[in-house]
């Protein structure tokens, strides 16, 4: 299994950054991927970025593009999404979830909150 815990959030003028991290424990060598969602108050939960383990590859939603930043830290098994030119509607619950053992199964953390102020 794979435990995931975020951290990071808070809260941040409109412009400006913060670093969500997520850390991961348990079978870490299984992961194929990890990926960063967010909810928003009253919406559905969307999905905002990913990192595949294999090949390192990244992909992003077009909302966030050019301005979040996923990448791994294997020294920490910790995976970060950098987030920079926040705007309100960046506002929301973010979660970290990996799909590990071939794609088999998935892990979520217990979110944590991002506010951006306008």
Do not use: H
Not at 84 to 110: F, H, K, M
């Amino acid at each position: 299994q794979v435990q995931l815990a975020e951290s990071g959030g808070g809260l941040v003028q409109a412009g400006g950054s913060l670093r969500l991290s997520c850390v991961a424990s348990g079978s870490i060598g299984s992961i194929n991927a990890v990926g960063w969602c967010r909810q928003a108050p009253g919406k559905q939960r969307e999905w905002v970025a990913s990192f595949f383990t294999r090949g390192s590859i990244t992909n992003y939603a077009d909302s966030v593009k050019g301005r979040f930043t996923i990448s791994r830290d294997n020294a920490k098994n910790t995976v970060n999404l950098q987030m920079n030119s926040l705007i309100p509607e960046d506002t929301g619950v973010y979660y970290c979830n990996a799909t590990y053992s071939s794609w088999r199964y998935s892990s979520w953390g217990q979110g944590t909150q991002v506010t951006v102020s306008s």
